[in-house]
């Protein structure tokens, strides 16, 4: 049985007067830099904005950052893939329903597309993971930001960072890209779409603000 909130059931989408927004894509694929432009982007068009993240900070982010780090000594992505929906679930509950409940709009970074991806490439299957998440929340637009590996892996020795998450090896972002981009079909009942994030951040803005417009 897939886990369920209930106050999640108590919603109907018809219910919302936001608009739910999400990005993702591979570590590096610039996912963070994009939710701040967009974010700023709606503010000066005057909506009401949340900006917010998976792992979420105030649920069992912190947990989740420690189990993700390269030198951790307990890798399950059945575990993995539990944490990330338990914590998606209060992220919904506390953050994200009430704001779009008041009409804001709210830009996610990372969200259940997430497990599908990352937990599929580690090994899971991606049905069973989708159960999981059955009774979250579907955004009203999901945008893949796709750059090669390559690309990614020169971006994220760009930063300055103290611990490197088990997620960014070569090989496994190679597949991991591939499997989002597969998402596109699987989830083809919801608006997911493919943005190119290997051109110049502005150009990647220009097409997600050309997306955006069109459900707002």
């Known amino acids: 049985m897939p886990i369920v909130s209930e106050k999640i059931a108590e919603y109907t989408y018809d219910t919302y007067n936001g608009r739910f927004i ?20 709606l503010i000066k068009r005057e909506y009401s904005v949340l900006q917010t993240e998976e792992p979420w900070r105030k649920g069992l982010g912190l947990v989740i950052k420690k189990t993700i780090d390269k030198d951790h000594n307990y890798k399950n992505p059945r575990y ?4 990330f929906t338990a914590d998606r679930i209060r992220h919904m509950d506390e953050e994200i329903l009430p704001a779009l409940e008041a009409g804001k709009t709210v830009i ?3 969200f259940y597309h997430s497990t599908l991806a990352y937990q599929t490439t580690d090994g899971l299957d991606i049905d ?10 579907i ?9 090669p590996a390559d690309v990614a892996v020169e971006r994220l ?13 070569y090989d496994f972002l190679v ?4 499997t989002y981009l597969g998402l596109v079909d699987y989830l083809r ?9 290997s051109k110049s951040i502005t150009k990647t803005y220009d097409s997600i603000i050309s997306k955006v417009e069109e459900i707002l």
Not at 80 to 83: F, K, M, S, T, W
């Open 157 to 169: 020795r760009k930063r300055d960072r103290i611990e490197v998450a088990r997620f960014e090896e």
């Open 189 to 197: 009942d919801e608006n997911v779409q493919v943005i190119d994030g």
């Open 175 to 178: 597949a991991l890209r591939e």
């Open 80 to 83: 993995d893939a539990l944490l």
């Open 139 to 147: 955004p009203d637009l999901t945008l893949i930001i796709d750059v």
């Open 22 to 41: 999400v990005l993702e894509g591979i570590n590096g694929c610039g996912k963070g830099t994009q939710a701040d432009m967009l974010s700023e982007f």
């Open 128 to 137: 069973w993971l989708k159960s999981l998440n059955d009774n979250i929340m």
């Open 108 to 110: 996610c970074d990372r």
